[in-house]
């Protein structure tokens, strides 16, 4: 059977480091970190993940701010708010909860955020970084930058020799997963829903990352024996072993087949996820840092 990757156990340790980083930064500057958080809308998940957000943005001891909108805000409302909290000294990161309502251009929103302030690393400032191997000077989008913490702490830094596929191909995920995986020197394959036998590529995977929003697509003749998989996958569905119209959460990996043929892998929930949270402390204390002209700390 597979090692269990413990997301929860490596997402509080990053906290631990940004609280540290937090507290340190208060002390020789009086600045705390500040993040805004802004949501539009009602929806129930959305609005857990930014309570959630709220609530460690304060156990890091950030100055944590929420702007809760309607979900009829225009672009033109959001845009100003955007704009106020680009131009607010106090403010080091900015993240607009994703997805906002239908009726919102949310490229445009996303990038026009301040590359400075955009601790989602969504911009394309920031992207157009990692595309050019500088990882550095700007702010590494979360979910990546967490699952790559992952797979160094199974492989270490350097990834030389190691096949890694990545399934899936947005620029939220894929994209930049793909190019911090070809920074650390692993080779990488870029698979989609276009990619000719998935299977079959995937199983030449040393380092498997599933990033695809179908409920246990990966199974377990997908995964080269000895693999590490990281199941990026959240999805809700059907758990009548539960109760009548109890729900649960599963990855986009079969998780109990894979282990039985994977080395390491992620479960769902408590891999990935809870290390998204955490990387977005982390890029906040680090854009706080930045603003005070201080050398930034390392996670
Ligand atoms: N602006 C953004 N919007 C969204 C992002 C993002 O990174 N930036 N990601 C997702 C939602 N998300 C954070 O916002 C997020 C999703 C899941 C988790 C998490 O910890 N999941 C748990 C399970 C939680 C549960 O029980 O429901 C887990 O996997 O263990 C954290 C953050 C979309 N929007």
């Known amino acids: 059977m597979a090692f269990v990757i413990d997301g929860k156990e490596a997402a509080a340790s990053v906290i631990s480091a940004v609280t ?4 340190s930064l208060e002390g020789k500057t009086g600045i705390k970190p500040g993040l805004a958080v802004v949501i539009v809308g ?19 001891g950030f100055n944590s701010i929420q ?14 708010l955007v704009d106020t909290l680009n131009a607010d000294l106090a403010v080091h990161g900015i ?3 994703l997805p906002l309502p239908k009726h919102f251009d949310s490229d445009a929103i996303i990038q026009s955020i301040l590359p400075e302030k955009d601790v989602d690393g969504l911009n394309i400032a920031n992207a157009g970084k990692i595309a050019t191997g500088d990882l550095d000077t700007g702010l590494i989008s979360c979910t990546p930058a967490g699952s790559m913490l992952l797979v160094k702490r199974v492989h270490g830094e350097d990834l030389s020799g190691l096949n890694a596929v990545v399934i899936g191909r947005s620029n939220l995920f894929g994209k930049p997963m793909g190019l911090l995986l070809l920074a650390a020197n692993a080779t990488v394959t870029m698979a989609h829903s276009r990619t000719k036998d998935l299977a079959s590529v995937c199983r030449n995977a040393d380092i498997l990352v599933a990033a695809v929003g179908r409920a246990e697509m990966v199974k377990r003749d997908w995964v080269k024996p000895g693999a590490t998989v990281i199941d990026v996958g959240i999805n809700r569905v059907p758990a009548p072993e539960k109760g009548e119209g109890k729900t649960k959460l599963v990855g ?9 043929v994977a080395a390491s892998i992620t479960p769902v929930p408590g891999g990935v996820g809870p290390m998204t949270i955490a990387m977005l402390m982390a890029n906040t204390v680090i854009a706080a840092h930045r603003a005070c002209s201080l050398p930034v700390p390392k996670f």
Do not use: I, R, W
């Open 20 to 23: 540290e980083a937090s507290v």
């Open 42 to 60: 009602e929806d129930p998940a959305s609005h857990a993940y930014v309570n959630s957000k709220g609530k460690m943005a304060k156990q890091c």
């Open 67 to 80: 702007h809760t909108l309607p979900e009829e805000t225009t672009q033109e409302e959001l845009q100003a």
């Open 95 to 97: 993240l607009v909860q």
């Open 252 to 260: 986009d990996v079969a998780f109990v087949e894979a282990s039985e």
